[in-house]
């Protein structure tokens, strides 16, 4: 079947004058094909019609497409069962030109952006291995829509605080921020609602606002809106993990700065130019960085045990023992923790990731780790003491310990103050009678304590009422 051109030509060339057999030499076609295309009179080219293979079944197909919830593989087995064989290639080309099960193709759109105008965020989840394990991780990216400027990470989790921990780095690695951050609908930011009725959290706010920028979420569904951040996923899979090896996550990281450095200055067929060449342009647009953008940390307060550790998502922190049983306030950055007593910094140690069950000790706090070698903590003097007092007051130090386990010293030590006051007989009845009915609450121990001390060994002098009258 000749095309549009050949026909035409035909037609052009028959209406000058010349003959078929002329036509057909000069256009190298047969005589057959100049007849037929005389006869037919006109250049469309016809449609060929076939019937199709599946044309018979069509009522089968559209009830087992129902049945089988629109899949075809389900469908040809069905079919295959009935006894009708029709190639499974032959099924999905007819339902594909049928319509069945195809959603409708939309235009996409376009959307440009001006130098500075908007940045787009998003992370996707990746199963990456690292030091020989393979393991689930968020790998977050934030990308210029002007220049295609790209910066990406790999965190072991996804909260609030590893959104400002990422986009601080980002953004000094671009050294100022667009005026509009672009991101899904991820409640990470999103405290409530979507699109543009997204309430962003106001802590989210404020962390925008010290770089002069306002976050915005897209409409739900419509991807081609944060196309620009969407897109660099699928290449850090199929092209920065390919082939590279990571001891931890600081190696994946340090890979992966390099990685996005060597991209930026690649040149993209879609813009004609690389990205570092267009970022020139562009950095002049972006919203300066604050003269001092401070350190990103979580606060919480943690009390030192008897060892001399603060225990932190699984990892153990040693600290100098002067602050055993004492309250101290732990700030947690991205790669440190810092630990102070009041407004005194304590000590300061590489931050463990988290759930790694690591014990860290710092160069001064080895009498911790001693203690933990050589089985159990030495026993204080006080406990020395009321183990060798009474039989009763070894019990209740036993007791005691099982209770608070590494907490213990504080009621040892009013135990021992109350051993230390009271007569030994009292006490040591009123502690039987504690352990008997399992009251390790010292508070009414006490109380018990002073009720025998005061019935058995005082003799109170009698009330005014009960004295004998003179009888003057």
């Not at 009830?63 to 069905?78: F, I, Q, T």
């Not at 342009?281 to 009390?303: D, F, G, N, Q």
């Not at 004492?326 to 700030?331: G, Q, S």
């Amino acid at each position: 079947m000749q095309d549009r051109d050949t026909r035409t030509a035909i037609l052009q060339l028959r209406a000058k004058g010349h003959g078929i057999r002329r036509i057909a030499h000069a256009l190298e076609v047969s005589r057959g094909t100049v007849k037929r295309v005389l006869k037919a009179g006109t250049a469309e080219v016809p449609a060929i019609e076939r019937r199709e293979k599946a044309e018979p079944y069509a009522s089968q197909i559209l009830e087992l497409h129902a049945r089988c919830n629109g899949n075809l593989v389900r469908v040809h087995e069905e079919l295959e069962a009935a006894g009708i064989v029709i190639p499974y290639p032959t099924l999905t080309g007819y339902c594909r030109r049928r319509g069945i099960g195809q959603k409708p193709k939309e235009r996409t759109g376009h959307y440009s952006f001006e130098p500075g105008e908007e940045m787009q965020h998003d992370t996707s989840p990746h199963d990456v291995t690292i030091g020989g394990k393979k393991r689930r991780v968020q790998c977050a990216s934030l990308v210029l829509c002007y220049s295609r400027m790209i910066y990406a990470q790999v965190y072991p989790r996804w909260t609030r605080f590893w959104v400002k921990v990422f986009l601080t780095a980002a953004l000094r690695f671009f050294q100022g921020a667009a005026g509009r951050c672009m991101l899904d609908n991820s409640s990470v930011v999103v405290a409530g609602g979507a699109g543009k009725h997204a309430v962003i959290a106001p802590e989210m706010v404020a962390f925008a606002a010290r770089f002069g920028s306002v976050f915005a979420a897209h409409e739900l569904g419509d991807a081609n809106r944060s196309a620009r951040v969407e897109r660099p996923f699928h290449h850090i899979e199929n092209n920065f993990y390919a082939g590279r090896t990571f001891v931890d996550l600081a190696d994946l990281n340090a890979q992966l700065r390099a990685w996005c450095e060597r991209v930026n200055a690649t040149s993209k067929r879609a813009l004609q130019a690389k990205p570092i060449e267009l970022f020139a342009t562009e950095r002049a647009s972006l919203k300066p960085l604050p003269l001092h953008i401070p350190e990103v940390y979580l606060r919480c307060s943690r009390v030192v045990d008897d060892e001399g550790y603060i225990t932190l998502h699984t990892n153990r922190y040693s600290l100098p023992v002067s602050l055993i049983e004492r309250e101290v306030f732990v700030h947690e950055s991205h790669d440190r923790i810092r630990v102070f007593d009041g407004h005194t910094l304590v000590c300061e140690h590489e931050r463990v990731e988290s759930g790694a069950r690591q014990r860290q000790t710092l160069p001064g706090h080895e009498r911790q780790a001693r203690w933990r070698q050589g089985g159990t903590r030495p026993p204080i003097e006080e406990e020395r003491r009321l183990l060798v007092a009474s039989p009763a007051m070894a019990a209740m130090v036993l007791a005691l310990k099982k209770r608070h386990a590494g907490r213990a010293t504080r009621p040892l030590q009013r135990l021992h103050r109350m051993w230390l006051e009271y007569p030994q007989e009292p006490l040591d009845k009123a502690l039987r009678t504690a352990l008997e009915h399992g009251l390790l609450d010292l508070h009414r121990v006490e109380t018990l304590v002073l009720r025998y001390v005061a019935g058995d060994f005082f003799r109170l002098p009698p009330a005014d009422d009960d004295e004998p009258k003179d009888p003057k």
